[in-house]
């Protein structure tokens, strides 16, 4: 499938389930009224209760020396010039006595989705809405755990926290802008409470908007294919980071990372698929990661991907 099939169907207003691999080179693109025949299970902006999870995840994590050898490339590549920002994630293997559709039905999450047996994602991260002709996207940028001391005062007040989000929020404001007009920072760094196995975690967000024409349906395709790599789990600029996430992270993050949504006919609503399980050679292994800039600390970074490492 293509973007261009994506403006095909949108145009028409036949409602359409949208998955993409975070490369934005394999879509797939099923009407839902075909659904049923496919081994695909989702939901699209739950309205999230907070909850316990009684079950916890075996991690098999690399190594810390491991990590820190692609955090110490990323690092040279800043102090060249060639990022500013970079996303640097790694796949951790795992253990439990779920199989995906016992972990999908487990979850809590705003963004939900079983691909057959090959992944399951249960993101809180919004890519964009598209409604009424106005553009949303919702760029989550910083974790600190909820339970520390002034714990939403030091995320706000974290010098590397604020440039990396003011970073995302100027690359999100400037791809918006190629196809909306009157993009807008509505909020800016707001904080959100989610519970992530163990402990509960504070996340920081942003919100952004842009007015589009009114045949922005038939342009959907085009839209998404503007927007994509997500730029809150790729880096900025995003052209010259992409090349190195290619070169450091050592593996292909396939589906993980990209972004998944439903139009209805109407309105377009869509989440970026982090929290992330795939299934390989039928082992299982979770797919995390965290912001690099110039002031991030290696072991601070290891411990906020191992962190993102639960089910909610």
């Known amino acids: 499938m293509t973007f261009n099939d994506i403006n095909e169907l949108a145009k028409k207003k036949i409602p359409f389930l949208f998955i ?6 394999n879509i797939k693109l099923i009407p839902l009224d075909k659904l049923e025949e496919e081994d695909i299970s989702f939901e699209i902006s739950n309205v999230i209760h907070t909850q316990q999870q009684e079950h916890f995840l075996k991690k098999q994590p690399a190594s810390f020396e491991k990590y820190k050898k692609k955090f110490d490339l990323v690092k040279e590549e800043i102090k060249s010039g060639n990022t500013y920002l ?3 994630t790694q796949e951790t293997p795992i253990e439990t006595d779920l199989n995906l559709k016992q972990i999908y039905k487990t979850v ?3 963004y ?6 090959e992944f399951v994602c249960f993101s809180p991260e919004i890519f964009v809405k ?3 002709n106005k553009i949303h996207t919702y760029p989550m940028k910083g974790t600190i755990d909820s339970s520390l001391k002034n714990a939403k005062e030091t995320i706000l007040k974290d010098k590397k926290e604020m440039a990396e989000h003011i970073m995302v929020v100027d690359l999100l404001r400037n791809d918006l802008s190629i196809k909306a007009k009157n993009v807008q920072v509505e909020a800016f760094r707001y904080v959100e409470e989610i519970q992530a196995g163990s402990k509960n975690l504070l996340q920081v967000s942003s919100h952004i908007s842009g007015d589009l024409q009114s045949n922005w349906h038939e342009e959907l395709g085009s839209i998404l294919q503007t927007l994509l790599p997500a730029g809150s789990i790729s880096g900025a600029p995003k052209k010259s980071t992409l090349e190195i996430i290619e070169s450091i992270e050592d593996y292909d993050r396939e589906f993980f990372s990209g972004v998944f ?3 209805d006919g ?4 869509s989440g970026v698929m982090i929290r992330f399980i795939q299934n390989k050679h039928s082992e299982l292994v979770y797919k995390s990661g965290g912001g690099i800039t110039l002031d991030s600390n290696a072991y601070q970074e290891y411990q906020e991907m191992l962190d993102k490492v639960y089910l909610p």
Not at 112 to 117: A, N
Not at 266 to 269: L, P, T, V
């Open 86 to 88: 970079l996303n640097l």
């Open 108 to 110: 809590n999450a705003k």
């Open 112 to 117: 939900k989705l079983r691909y057959k047996d």
């Open 266 to 269: 109407e309105s377009f609503d």
């Open 130 to 132: 598209i409604k009424d």
């Open 261 to 263: 949504g439903v139009y």
């Open 20 to 25: 993409s691999d975070f490369k934005a080179q």
